[in-house]
């Protein structure tokens, strides 16, 4: 049975009703980072293997500005190059979340290598870097919009992990903060672009698998945590183990 056209109020809502079922606030590692029953160890691994997402970023939205075909889209995606490569040495997304790392007491070189990286992160973020290189760019955009729900993820976590633990500051939270403008801007301008250029069923039904993808990605980055750091923690071999950091 084809899908029904979606007016775009309703596949706004579509949206919506897929990151209220799976966006990855409801998985149980980030209940147990925001409510404070993880260990030090336990955050510094999930630091870590999330360095690799944000700092996967700028590359992702760079293959997506190369294919597209005017000024004005260009220049609208070109910000979020900036928002995490930053305009200068030490600025941007990716160097404020390697304050977080610093922070928590792990060692920047190593972070930067990526040596102690979960395979399951690897797989999961070079899949979302290919899906938005390979697929069309309304699918590439539509799977940017798990940005509608980050500022609630954001200011859940910022409050949970001062509240909780001690080894956490203002400062080492500070990639955050931008955070609570930039999503919001971003997703705002890619919610339009998708109401408005998803005019057939088919179209539609990628936008939400699009999305359904991306919120699998945040998913099984953090099954993986669970698995290898909380519960039954089996950690694979050649992946960070707090004891020899």
């Given at each position: 049975?084809?899908?029904?056209?979606?007016?775009?109020?309703?596949?706004?809502?579509?949206?919506?009703?897929i990151?209220?079922?799976?966006?990855?606030?409801?998985?149980?590692?980030?209940?147990?980072?925001?409510?404070?029953?993880?260990?030090?160890?336990?955050?510094?691994?999930?630091?870590?293997?999330?360095?690799?997402?944000?700092?996967?970023?700028?590359?992702?939205?760079?293959?997506?500005?190369?294919?597209?075909?005017?000024?004005?889209?260009r220049?609208?995606?070109?910000?979020?190059?900036?928002?995490?490569?930053?305009?200068?040495?030490?600025?941007?997304?990716?160097?404020?979340?390697?304050?977080?790392?610093?922070?928590?007491?792990?060692?920047?070189?190593?972070?930067?290598?990526?040596?102690?990286?979960?395979?399951?992160?690897?797989?999961?973020?070079?899949?979302?870097?290919?899906?938005?290189?390979?697929?069309?760019?309304?699918?590439?955009?539509?799977?940017?919009?798990?940005?509608?729900?980050?500022?609630?993820?954001?200011?859940?976590?910022?409050?949970?992990?001062?509240?909780?633990?001690?080894?956490?500051t203002?400062?080492?939270?500070a990639?955050?903060?931008?955070?609570?403008?930039?999503?919001?801007?971003?997703?705002?301008?890619?919610?339009?672009?998708?109401?408005?250029?998803?005019?057939?069923?088919?179209?539609q039904?990628?936008v939400?698998?699009?999305?359904?993808?991306?919120?699998?990605?945040?998913?099984?980055?953090?099954?993986?945590?669970?698995?290898?750091?909380?519960?039954?923690?089996?950690?694979?071999?050649?992946?960070?183990?707090?004891?020899?950091?």
């Amino acid at each position: 049975m084809s899908a029904p056209l979606l007016s775009p109020d309703e596949l706004e809502a579509a949206l919506r009703a897929i990151g209220a079922e799976r966006y990855h606030n409801l998985h149980p590692f980030h209940r147990a980072l925001h409510d404070g029953r993880l260990n030090r160890a336990q955050v510094q691994a999930w630091a870590l293997n999330r360095y690799y997402y944000q700092a996967s970023i700028p590359a992702k939205d760079a293959t997506l500005l190369a294919r597209l075909t005017t000024a004005e889209l260009r220049r609208e995606w070109r910000r979020r190059l900036v928002d995490h490569d930053g305009d200068a040495p030490g600025t941007g997304g990716v160097a404020r979340w390697l304050k977080l790392t610093d922070g928590l007491g792990l060692d920047r070189a190593y972070v930067e290598s990526l040596e102690g990286l979960l395979p399951a992160t690897r797989f999961a973020v070079d899949a979302y870097v290919a899906f938005v290189r390979d697929r069309s760019i309304l699918e590439a955009i539509a799977s940017s919009l798990t940005e509608l729900f980050s500022p609630t993820i954001i200011s859940e976590r910022v409050a949970g992990m001062l509240r909780h633990y001690d080894f956490i500051t203002p400062e080492t939270l500070a990639y955050f903060q931008p955070r609570l403008t930039q999503a919001p801007r971003d997703s705002d301008f890619a919610l339009a672009y998708v109401k408005e250029h998803a005019r057939t069923p088919e179209q539609q039904q990628a936008v939400l698998g699009a999305l359904k993808f991306k919120c699998g990605v945040l998913w099984a980055m953090l099954d993986e945590l669970e698995y290898a750091y909380v519960n039954p923690g089996r950690i694979p071999p050649g992946a960070f183990r707090p004891d020899a950091a």
